[in-house]
């Protein structure tokens, strides 16, 4: 039953991240970086909650059918975001879409551990800037 509820909170989370007008969120650049997070735990905390939604590649391709469809975590749109920003999208959610907050069902740890293994897609596709 946890394990569900994690995925849907990465679910909605990982689809408030979508470059569908990401750029114009109101949410204010946040310069704090990814405190060490670790992408070995973060890639098995995605893999229980957001894959369903942002696929096992973070392009979104699983979701598609969301409206607005799910972040494609290997763009530049999302990595080009700071660890701040992409945090608080984590945490708090974005509202009117799939991207619920999950401040409830993980810990701050756990977040910026899937953070930093968001930010391994960046890498394999050459969409870190």
């Not at 975001?81 to 993980?106: Q, S, V, Y």
């Not at 740890?109 to 394999?124: H, K, P, Q, S």
Request: with cysteine; proline share 5%.
């Amino acid at each position: 039953m946890q394990t569900t509820g994690r995925l849907v909170a990465c679910c909605a989370v990982l689809a408030g991240m979508s470059g569908l007008g990401f750029s114009n969120l109101g949410v204010k650049e946040f310069a704090v970086t990814a405190k060490g997070g670790d992408p070995v735990s973060g890639r098995e905390i995605y893999v229980n909650t957001c894959i369903r939604c942002h696929g096992i590649d973070g392009k979104g391709a699983l979701g598609i059918k969301l409206v607005p469809p799910p972040a494609d975590l290997t763009s530049l749109t999302v990595q080009s975001r700071l660890d701040g920003t992409l945090f608080r999208r984590i945490h708090e959610g974005k509202p009117n879409t799939a991207m619920g907050a999950w401040k409830h069902a993980l810990s701050d740890e756990e977040i910026w551990d899937v953070l930093a293994y968001v930010r391994t897609f960046g890498v394999e596709s050459g969409g870190q800037p």
